[in-house]
């Protein structure tokens, strides 16, 4: 028998959680390209503009992005399946421009921006050296860009030339953002990092806005202004 391939949708019933669906609404949903973002924790454009407008025609939907009327990040993206994340900016051709997020119940959610977007926020992962002596970080998202300046767990914001413009630092005391694990969608302040062993990843103790205190993974945060 030949190989079909990797398939281009996937049941509603067995879909991420951060889909955020109705499970017996649709049987099948659109699957979103590999890259970017992990499978759970992002959702394909097409989804994306489904939840913010409202629109259920799915040929509306894929005229309105192969038009070229939907940006992410700053960009015209034509693909149904692009996979959009944490902190992404999506704007359309009206003007109005949302931010995605994560909700409390780990599900996809968003926010409208009031003003002309002209930053997106991302959490520094990676940091490493090229040739040439150069210093790279690179972002929750997959970008890679050159700074010098931005170290692993610092969250950065990048311009529209793909330029870090500011580093927000993470440390005791600093305002944090728990993107992912069972306090998803929680914000609170740093009270105490824990390093992490060879048996154990470093953890943190936050407080969170209504005063509860946890403890979750480091790499779960990413601090906020």
Same mark, same amino acid.
Do not use: W
């Given at each position: 028998?030949?190989?079909?391939?990797?398939?281009?949708?996937?049941?509603?019933?067995?879909?991420?959680?951060?889909?955020?669906?109705?499970?017996?609404?649709?049987?099948?949903?659109?699957?979103?390209?590999?890259?970017?973002?992990?499978?759970?924790?992002? #959702?394909?454009?097409?989804?994306? *503009?489904? &939840?913010?407008?409202? +629109? @259920?025609?799915?040929?509306? $939907?894929?005229?309105?992005? =192969?038009?070229?009327?939907?940006?992410?990040?700053?960009?015209?993206?034509?693909?149904?399946?692009?996979?959009?994340?944490?902190?992404?900016?999506?704007?359309?051709?009206?003007?109005?421009?949302?931010?995605?997020?994560?909700?409390r119940n780990a599900k996809f959610t968003f926010s409208e921006i009031t003003q002309a977007p002209s930053e997106r926020v991302q959490k520094v992962v990676e940091r490493y050296k090229v040739k040439g002596?150069?210093?790279?970080?690179?972002?929750?998202?997959?970008?890679?860009?050159?700074?010098?300046?931005?170290? #692993?767990?610092?969250?950065?914001? *990048?311009? &529209?030339?793909?330029? +870090? @413009?500011?580093?927000?630092? $993470?440390?005791?005391?600093? =305002?944090?953002?728990?993107?992912?694990?069972?306090?998803?969608?929680?914000?609170?302040?740093?009270?105490?990092?824990?390093?992490?062993?060879?048996?154990?990843?470093?953890?943190?103790?936050?407080?969170?806005?209504?005063?509860?205190?946890?403890?979750?993974?480091?790499?779960?945060?990413?601090?906020?202004?």
């Amino acid at each position: 028998m030949a190989r079909k391939g990797n398939k281009r949708h996937v049941k509603s019933i067995s879909a991420p959680k951060y889909f955020g669906l109705e499970r017996k609404r649709k049987k099948y949903v659109a699957k979103q390209n590999p890259g970017r973002f992990s499978k759970r924790e992002s #959702v394909p454009l097409l989804l994306a *503009v489904e &939840k913010i407008t409202g +629109i @259920s025609n799915r040929a509306e $939907l894929r005229h309105t992005i =192969k038009s070229g009327n939907v940006k992410v990040n700053f960009k015209a993206i034509k693909d149904t399946k692009f996979p959009v994340g944490l902190n992404d900016i999506v704007e359309f051709s009206d003007g109005k421009a949302y931010s995605i997020s994560i909700s409390r119940n780990a599900k996809f959610t968003f926010s409208e921006i009031t003003q002309a977007p002209s930053e997106r926020v991302q959490k520094v992962v990676e940091r490493y050296k090229v040739k040439g002596g150069k210093t790279m970080v690179r972002l929750y998202d997959g970008t890679i860009i050159n700074n010098d300046e931005a170290r #692993v767990n610092d969250t950065v914001k *990048v311009d &529209k030339d793909n330029k +870090i @413009s500011k580093v927000i630092k $993470l440390g005791i005391g600093s =305002k944090c953002f728990v993107y992912s694990g069972v306090h998803s969608g929680e914000t609170g302040v740093v009270k105490e990092i824990l390093a992490g062993t060879f048996n154990r990843a470093a953890s943190v103790r936050i407080e969170s806005e209504n005063g509860n205190v946890f403890n979750t993974l480091l790499r779960n945060i990413m601090a906020i202004e």
